[in-house]
């Protein structure tokens, strides 16, 4: 049975979010991995740490999300593509999420990128989600 790791994170976060937990564990990948640093470097999360599972051999990632006054900074989470429908945009229809209020994490040739930052050095690629 194949798991989706990016709905996985997804998932997860906002219901921990939604659950108001201060953390949440995921298996960890390089893709995941790389969409976290991006939500840390926007200040979305409070930092991640990549350890060890005590059961199995897997690598596990504690996510501690960031709350203000009780009230997370991530609003809402969105997959656009998924496994069975991926979903690519040249650098020029690169989508705003909520007129620039929030961000569109877009896997690019130079690696994972917010949309701002895809816009101004001209890539494209493949949307995996937004980000409010």
Known sequence: MYIDPISDLITKINNARKAKLPEVT?????????????????????????????????????????????ISSISGMKQISKPGLRVYQESKKLPKVLNGLGIAIISTSQGIVTDKFARKNNLGGEIIAYVW
């Open 26 to 70: 995921i298996y960890t990948s390089k893709l995941t991995t790389a969409i976290l640093d991006v939500l840390k470097e926007q200040g979305y999360i409070e930092d991640y740490a990549i350890a060890k599972d005590k059961k199995s051999s897997n690598k596990v990632t504690t996510i501690k999300l960031k709350y203000k006054n009780f």
